[in-house]
């Protein structure tokens, strides 16, 4: 199937959660409109400057996250070899509030000078044990990229009984009197900034990695998380959303999701004025970013995020930045839903010409077989739900490369048994919960005691 590519600009290569199963949310369609913000050219270079640094300095205080970053604190605990030609290395870091994360970074097993740098951000009820971010990992550290895939907080060994798709963190912890409930919402997606910040800042400490050469690329609820932190970090020099870009107005997509991972955290951004076109603009000032969406993508509501929206806060965008360099492209498929689209041959093009593969050219690239992933999950026994498994979605994919196994979840767990029990109290959410919970209620009594 061809996409319907936008042409935004004459320059543009390409234009531009995993949700809860059944969920029952209603779209809001398109949110209302903001006043716009006073454009680059009324502004000085050095105020334009300024200005970003306070939008990005205003979104790590609504999100909770730290002027300084957590120690690293990263350990390797083995490592494996899924196929041919790679080495993955189980490992863990330091996040927020002293929890960990367990990670599974998926390297090539020759390596010949500094290569580039890849981290999977998961849709919602994802982690490192789906389809998408193991086959992920092998694929590009085939192309010759390290690649950090980690469970989000909730999921996978962040679980307390190790499971995927749980949706733990989804309730909503009632905070100490006086401390609004969204506040909740707004550390979860703090601490979610922070595990993604924390994985770059991993890539950046092996040798092997050039610190000027990493993407972050996030699905669903992970474009939510790779479009804020792209919008603040940086250190990241490309980022892909697949299945999310949504960022609209007052009552939109975001403000109307009941998840606390996001409405409550979008509501907050609210003080930024024109939320969407803020984002895109600290994401510009940054680096490239393309966005890829089906048109028919009930998850996202595009049937309200057309291209035609999608246009519109391109160009709210460009004119806060004052330029249209490196302003998001999106990419639109017909006919397709919700899915990660940055494994077939575009989203793969598209970061070779961003952070430059070590061992594939633009030619090998147009060479590579491709897999339909629907069959190959079928054939490998790998778990892929009914509702994910269509054709329309996850399952119509033809992702590059071919002979990759189903690796088990056994192989993708990092700590062993003993090790996972003694150090749950770091890994798991109600373990975060507690501490979350211990804070606000000090944050309650020093504004009492004031």
Not at 173 to 193: H, K, N, T
Not at 196 to 209: G, W
């Amino acid at each position: 199937m061809r996409a319907f590519i936008v042409l935004f600009c004459l320059s543009a290569t390409f234009l531009g959660a995993q949700a809860p199963a059944g969920s029952s949310r209603a779209t809001a369609g398109i949110g209302a409109p903001v006043p716009a913000l006073p454009p680059a050219s009324s502004l000085t270079p050095v105020q334009r400057i300024a200005r970003e640094k306070r939008w990005r300095a205003e979104i790590r205080h609504q999100l909770y996250i730290p002027a300084a970053l957590p120690p690293l604190h990263a350990k390797v605990w083995s490592s494996f070899r899924p196929v041919t030609g790679v080495v993955a290395d189980r490992v863990t870091y330091q996040t927020s509030a002293g929890m960990l994360v367990p990670a599974i970074v998926y390297r090539p097993e020759h390596i010949r000078g500094r290569i580039p740098g890849i981290v999977v951000v998961n849709g919602h009820g994802g982690d490192k044990f789906s389809w998408y971010a193991f086959w992920s990992g092998m694929m590009f550290a085939r192309a010759g990229a390290v690649v950090v895939t980690y469970d989000p907080i909730g999921e996978g060994e962040r679980n307390v009984e190790k499971r995927s798709r749980t949706g733990a963190h989804d309730k909503i912890v009632p905070p100490p009197q006086g401390i609004p409930e969204r506040d909740w919402g707004q550390r979860l997606a703090g601490l979610m900034q922070v595990d993604l910040m924390q994985a770059v800042s991993y890539l950046r400490s092996r040798t092997e990695v050039d610190p000027r050469q990493i993407a972050v690329v996030g699905y669903s609820m992970g474009s939510f998380v790779a479009g804020i932190a792209g919008a603040i970090d940086m250190r990241i020099h490309a980022v892909i959303l697949s299945g999310g870009g949504d960022y609209d107005g007052p009552g939109g997509y975001f403000d109307s999701n009941p998840l606390p991972c996001q409405s409550p955290p979008y509501r907050s951004l609210s003080v930024l004025g024109d939320r969407g076109a803020v984002l895109y603009a600290l994401n510009a000032a940054r680096g490239p970013m393309l966005v890829m969406n089906g048109d028919a993508d009930t998850v996202m509501d595009m049937a309200h995020h057309g291209p035609d929206w999608f246009a519109s806060i391109r160009d709210r965008a460009i004119a806060l930045r004052g330029t249209d360099r490196n302003m998001f492209t999106a990419i639109r498929y017909p006919g397709v839903s919700h899915r990660t689209s940055w494994v077939n041959r575009d989203g793969v093009s598209w970061l070779s010409h961003q952070i430059h593969f070590a061992n594939w050219t633009d030619t090998d690239i147009a060479s590579q077989p491709t897999t339909h992933i629907s069959t190959w999950a079928r054939e490998n026994k790998v778990d892929i739900t009914a509702s994910y498994i269509r054709e329309d979605r996850e399952g119509g994919l033809d992702a590059l490369e071919s002979g990759f196994p189903g690796i088990k979840q056994e192989d993708l767990m990092v700590l062993p048994p003993g090790d996972w029990e003694s150090l749950k109290d770091r890994l798991t959410y109600q373990a975060w919960a507690r501490k979350t919970m211990a804070a606000q209620q000090a944050e309650a009594r020093r504004e009492a005691g004031h």
